[in-house]
C-alpha cells in the first residue's frame, strides 16, 4: 500500500485538505503582486507553496523508514530562502510526519531526499540531477526557466508578477510520484498528462 501524505488523520482530515485546497487556490488566483525587488517575499511565497506541494503528492511504498518519519526537503548549494523555508515548515506536520529542511553543498548528499529544491543559481546541474530523479522518488521542484520542460516535476514561473508553477506529470509518474489531481488543476500548465488524472 502507497504512502499517502495526502491523506491526514481521519480526526478533521477531510476539512483540512480542503482548507489547504482553499488556500493553495488562493495563493494562486489571488496572489499578491511581488514589490519590486523583493526576493525575500517571493522566497516566502514559494516556501508556503513547498509545504503545500506534499500534501497533494504520494511517494511510494518503502520511501520512508516508518509513518512517522519526516518529510525531508532539500535545496543545493546557498540557501535562496534564507530561512524562510525553515520557517514555513517549523512545526508543520501531515498527520504524524513532520518536515525537515536540509542545506546541502554537493549533489551526491541527496540521498534520503525526498523532495530537491532547484535555485536559479544551479542552472548548470538542474537538467542532470532533475533526469535522474526519474530512478528515484524524490520530488523536483525548481525556479529556472523551462525548469519542467526539461525535466523538473515542478517548475515556478513568474506570470505578471505572480508565483505560478508547471508541473512535468510524466517526469513524476517516472519517479512513482503520484500527484493529486487537485494540485494538477491549479498548475499553468501540465506537461505529459492531464489534469484530472
Not at 514559494?46 to 503545500?52: D, I, P, Q
Not at 525526498?114 to 546541474?125: E, G, P, T, Y
Request: contains cysteine.
Amino acid at each position: 500500500m502507497k504512502t499517502r501524505l495526502t491523506r491526514i488523520e481521519k480526526r478533521g482530515g477531510s476539512r483540512q485538505v480542503m482548507a489547504c485546497s482553499l488556500i493553495l487556490a488562493l495563493l494562486l488566483v489571488f496572489p499578491d503582486k511581488l514589490p519590486a525587488n523583493s526576493t525575500a517575499e517571493e522566497y516566502s511565497l514559494k516556501a508556503a507553496f513547498l509545504f503545500h506541494f506534499a500534501q497533494f503528492v504520494e511517494w511510494p511504498e518503502g520511501s520512508f523508514k516508518d509513518a512517522a518519519s519526516p518529510l525531508i526537503y532539500c535545496t543545493l548549494g546557498e540557501d535562496p530562502f534564507h530561512g524562510s523555508l525553515d520557517a514555513a515548515l517549523s512545526g508543520k506536520a501531515i498527520g504524524a510526519r513532520s518536515f525537515r529542511v536540509l542545506h546541502l553543498r554537493q549533489s551526491q548528499d541527496i540521498q534520503g531526499c525526498h523532495a530537491l529544491f532547484f535555485s536559479i543559481v544551479q542552472k548548470k546541474m538542474n537538467a542532470a540531477i532533475a533526469a535522474g530523479g526519474e530512478q528515484s522518488p524524490v520530488l523536483t521542484v525548481g525556479e529556472s526557466e523551462h525548469f519542467a520542460q526539461e525535466g523538473g516535476m515542478i517548475g515556478f514561473v513568474l506570470e505578471d508578477n505572480k508565483i505560478r508553477f508547471e508541473i512535468n506529470l510524466e517526469a513524476a509518474q517516472k519517479a512513482n510520484l503520484k500527484i493529486s489531481s487537485r494540485l494538477l488543476a491549479l498548475a499553468k500548465s501540465v506537461i505529459g498528462g492531464q489534469r484530472g488524472t
